[in-house]
Each structure stands twice: as structure tokens, then as C-alpha cells.
């Protein structure tokens, strides 16, 4: 079945220095990938995402890109701030699987100040 | 706007109790899903509802079942629980059409001694 490989599992940057985390998945037909934040005691909550016909997304200091060829999307965060420091989660989906989201392992950021 | 409510926040149960979990949601969404998260291994779905009346499987559903009788209602029941299932529960909610935003409630801390 489908499946989605998160690296690091943890990710330590300065504060003010960029992070990147990537995912890859193995189901060709996967057409949506978002990333989660979750914060302390808190449901994940969706930050960004990019569908299939898009190759880059950004959101301020949020970007993600997308390689369909490779099956690999990134999230890139600049200019780090230490509300930045959480657990981040990709994941992928599908049309036609009731839309199931399989979700990668997590990373927890950490900002050091 | 309360979004999606998870009933309780913290259990304890003692190994072979019966108890269950309630996930609210306010949006109107047609699927609902319950997760689990454990250390290391991100979200694992248990089970998932496409709409008022249906439930289906998920990645690990042995040893939960579940009922979603009123559309803005998905419960989660443990019938004899054990060690195996302490573990942070969430519930989560999407509207249907496309790939949307997945909404998630607060979590469920349960621990079964």
C-alpha cells in the first residue's frame, strides 16, 4: 500500500536560519500533500499544501515544492521564529481511496535561540 | 465555532474496562476519521466514516469498534482495553468533495495500567 517516509525526525536550527523537511512517497497516483504543525497538546493543524498540477506553493515565510518525477515534496521554512518549534507531519492522498490521508512519522523542530 | 470536540481530554483505565471515546463536529463534514498517535509512528487511522451510518476499517483496527449514528457524531469504543492502547487519540473531520483541509480535535490522552 501507500506509504510516506519523513526525514529528519528531528531538526535542530538557529532562530533566523532556514529549515527544510523532506517527504517522499511510493504511490504514483497520489495527487495531494499537505503538512500539519502540531503544537504541545494540540491537534495537528493544516499550515500549507500543493496538489499534483503545481510545483512550488508559498505562504509567507512557508514554501513546499513538489517532484512528481522522484515522488519527493519538501517543506522549506525561512527565517525561523521560535513559535516555529513544533511536530510537523506530511502526508499524501489520493482521489478514489475515500480520500485517506497516509501521513509520514513527524518531525520535531526545534528553534534554538 | 467550536470545530471538532473530543470527549474526555485524559482517561485511565484499568486493563479488560470498556470505554468510549466522542468526537463532535460542528461543520457539517461527511467524513470523520479516528487516529491514534504513538511515539515515533505519527498517525496510524483505526477506523473512518464516509457519512451518517457507515464506518470502514482503517491501518490498525483490531481491538476498537465504532458508530457514527448522527452525522455530526463519531464515537470510539474500547471493549476490554489494554496496555497496548494507551496512546494520544484524535479524531478528525474533512468535507468530501476533493482533497481538503482535515480538521482535528483536541486528542485524548488514554492510559490502560
Known amino acids: 500500500g501507500e506509504n510516506v517516509e519523513q526525514h529528519p525526525s528531528t531538526l535542530s536550527v538557529q532562530e533566523g536560519d532556514s529549515a527544510v523537511i523532506k517527504c517522499t512517497y511510493s504511490d504514483s497516483a497520489s495527487n495531494y500533500f499537505p503538512w500539519y504543525k502540531q503544537e504541545l497538546g494540540k491537534g495537528p493543524q493544516l499550515i500549507i499544501d500543493i496538489r499534483s498540477n503545481v510545483g512550488e506553493k508559498k505562504d509567507q515565510r512557508i514554501a513546499v515544492t513538489l517532484n512528481k518525477t522522484a515522488k519527493h515534496f519538501s517543506l522549506h521554512i525561512t527565517e525561523t521564529q521560535p513559535e516555529d518549534s513544533a511536530v510537523y507531519f506530511c502526508?499524501?492522498?489520493?482521489?478514489?481511496?475515500?480520500?485517506?490521508?497516509?501521513w509520514g512519522a513527524g518531525t520535531k523542530l526545534i528553534i534554538k535561540p | 465555532n467550536a470545530g471538532v470536540t473530543q470527549t474526555p481530554k485524559f482517561r485511565v483505565l484499568k486493563t479488560g474496562q470498556s470505554m468510549t471515546l466522542l468526537c463532535a463536529q460542528d461543520m457539517n463534514h461527511e467524513y470523520m476519521y479516528w487516529y491514534r498517535q504513538d511515539p515515533g509512528m505519527g498517525l496510524r487511522l483505526i477506523h473512518y466514516?464516509?457519512?451518517?451510518?457507515?464506518?470502514a476499517k482503517g491501518e490498525v483496527p483490531d481491538g476498537y469498534n465504532v458508530s457514527r449514528l448522527k452525522k455530526q457524531n463519531f464515537l470510539l469504543g474500547l471493549e476490554s482495553a489494554a496496555p497496548s492502547q494507551t496512546s494520544v487519540y484524535f479524531c478528525?473531520?474533512?468535507?468530501?468533495?476533493?482533497?481538503?483541509?482535515?480538521?482535528f480535535g483536541q486528542g485524548t490522552r488514554l492510559t490502560v495500567v
Open positions: 478528525a473531520s474533512r468535507q468530501t468533495t476533493q482533497n481538503t483541509e482535515a480538521f
Open positions: 466514516s464516509v457519512g451518517e451510518g457507515t464506518t
Open positions: 502526508a499524501a492522498s489520493r482521489t478514489y481511496s475515500n480520500y485517506q490521508l497516509i
